[in-house]
Nanobody, 117 residues
């Protein structure tokens, strides 16, 4: 199982970024992929869940990002995206994708998002 995030960058407040999480090593359609983030000195925080008709799940978001972030998935590319708009300095964090398979936790290496002027 492998999850590889990319797309993090330094962006000004109010800007946008799109993160990608490419998955491999498991049947992508059967599993929910989640996004989390962790800011320096803080605990890892849930961001959202990608929807998939095959999993019966729906896309959900943390209140802190609702209305600004959008999660989508391209099943043909085994990829989940996190579109982030109207970014704020408090969105600065390492962003991770995560999947739970047979009671095992799998995390990507993370991608850094810094929101600063």
């Amino acid at each position: 199982v492998q999850l590889v995030e990319s797309g993090g960058a330094l962006v000004q407040p109010g800007g946008s970024l799109r993160l990608s999480c490419v998955a491999s090593g498991f049947p992508f359609l059967r599993y929910i992929i989640r996004w989390y983030r962790q800011a320096p000195g803080k605990e890892r925080e849930f961001v959202g869940i990608s929807a998939s008709a095959n999993t019966g799940s729906i896309t959900t978001y943390a209140d802190s990002v609702k209305g600004r972030f959008t999660i989508s998935r391209d099943n043909a590319k085994n990829t989940v995206y996190l579109q982030m708009n109207s970014l704020k300095p408090e969105d600065t964090a390492m962003y991770y994708c995560y999947v739970l398979i047979n009671s095992n936790d799998y995390w990507g290496q993370g991608t850094q998002v810094t929101v600063s002027s």
